[in-house]
């Protein structure tokens, strides 16, 4: 069983402001060196889960991306063929993936495993699964886990490559939970199923759990999909939707706002080309 | 006019300074012309990456191309003798 | 809990020498497979490790292809496939902007770290598939991934893919870092001035199976410095950190280590520490190498190519000698200028990463 003991969330959707800049100094009067939005909004993510407890400096960070940081890469390749000059070190070494990863460690002292996922469709549900087979093997006590994701305009040729309609609002995020072995003081337990599913096999699985278990729905779910899921049953929807739009690390928003705010028990099921992976997570009782 | 007594120039290079290594918590006011920029007098706190970024400053802005770190470390000392490096008279 | 041990049971690797046995026999032989090259920068001359004419997609197939053909399996359906690389398809966007001038056709999917992986599902029908993208030490933690998986029980089959190839971004960016060498690198060597960026393919099927081909991985760990994005901690406190670490998953002592295949790129900075790191860590004085004089810096590949060379040298029983190299900086660490036949238990190979992120992996003979 792995535990979950903070979480923050930063996200927003398509036609609202984000100054990460501006939310940071509210945190820290400088801004970090070097580091772009992308990296910013990774680190004000994980302070929202952190803040100024210092952790285990054993803790393990690992951090998960959709689409990684496209802004950087679209500024080496313009400082390249449009200004026909050299890259500039510094974005270069931002591009890398692993550099978000590093200002996270350094902000706050970690010197643990830091690995970076990077992956369409899934990419949280497969991160949240390597940490809880870490956990679970006792490899990690605690991981410190993120997924970040940055919105990219123009909108309308992003929702069509990453295969959402054009009716869903585009988002972003940097979404964080500390993820741990120890029960004590913890909100939540989560346990992510090892194996992906077909339409049929979630559809078993979620009748054979309790009736009382709220579902949410990853935004690549359509309606009728969904319907097909639910088939006639009186089940509770959680909807985190109407906050958030759509980003490939989406599902850790949805899993911190049922922390937060909700009660009991939460399936959540997301899709990406027709197979299914479910996350359950359970609230404990708060003292 | 060489580099030394030309104060546009110089906070010029100051400017490219200061945003090239994204210290914009120093005004160029600040930044003595004759202080070694990377010696902890400086109060810039400047490493080799931002050595990097100021090499590349010089190129982009000042179409001076040094060759390697020991031109560098040559050059970029002072203000005042990155200004005469830059402007020789 | 009883761990699963985890045997690697087939592999084969492309870089600028060649085949896996073209690859061996350059290193024992010190033919080092790096050119110089002016095409990717007019203004300036590096030294870089190419497999041109082959093509980088084809190639990625066709070495995965001879794991299979090598490996004890029909097909890969009960296999999970996890890639590690840095580059993933950023090649193909500066093909499409190179060309259009633009981002408009520039596709997120083919762009990302997952192409790889992408390219080898359709191929070859995995039963899953991860991505890990820790620049440098990519292909590393892509094994301590499988080797963490294969021990629970979560598969019995995984191949690990290390795939960098060649583009601007790299070279160029690397260059904008001061860190290129115009010739081929010197590791280790005093007054060393820098690294060769290469490309490089490397595969390797890890299984819960014993069979009479195998090398145990053995252990595996990693570790940040958390001191600076580019220099590592001149103290190597990373780097010691992550090889002790590795040592005792594998569960042996430190003295057990016959050789280290070391990150050794040839740049000041990580040459210098990753020397003291040895030293400080092994007390017994075992040997060291880095290989990268004779393939270059696969960068993502390279924690999987290398790999493979540490499986090799235990199989050779022969320890891979460092070329390029004619005065050691550090005088206190073992470095053979000739391949030395010994008996070779344990061998250590190292991954370090820009964002001091390390990792280190440990093979051994089957008992």
Redesign the interface.
Known sequence: MIYVHNTGSVTRKEGEELDVKAQWKTISPTMIRRTDRFIQLALLGAYQAIGETALDKDTALFMASGQGNLAVFKRLRDQRYIHKQPPKPVDFINSLSNTSGFYVAQYFDLHGKNLNVSRLGFVAEITLLLAQNDLELGKEDQVLLGGVDELQEPATFTKRTLGISDESLLGEGSNWMLLSREHEGALATIDVAKKKMDLSEVKAYLQSIDPACKVAFGFRCTEPMIREIIDGEERERFLYNEACGFYETETLYALNSFIKEGEGELLFINVYEENFRVIKVSLLPRF | MIGSQDDALKLRLKTMIIEE???E?ITPEELADDIELFSDKSGLEL???DA??I??GL??QFKIRLG??KDFRRVVTTINNLADFVQPE | MQKNRVFVNAYESLSCVGNTAELMAAIYSKQSGITIDTSYMSEHQAGLGSFAPNEFFSSLKSVTRVVLEKSNLDDFSNTLLVVGSSVGGIGKSEQIFFKEKNYKNINPKEHAISVISDALNREFGFKDSRSISTACTSSANALMLAQRLINLGAYENVVVVGADALCYTTVCGFQALGVLSTQQCTPFQEGRVGMNVAEGIAALLLQKVQTDESVELCGSAGSSDAFHMTNPDPEAGGAIACMQKAVENAGLKTTDIDYVNAHGTGTQANDAVEALAVETLFTHNPYLSSTKAITGHTLGAAGALEAIISCEVIKQQRIAPQTSMSKAENRQVNLPREAIEQQIRYVISNSFAFGGNNTAVVFGAVK
Do not use: H, I, V
């Open positions: 290594c994204e210290k918590d490493d080799s990456l990097l970024q090499s590349m190129q982009t390697d770190s």
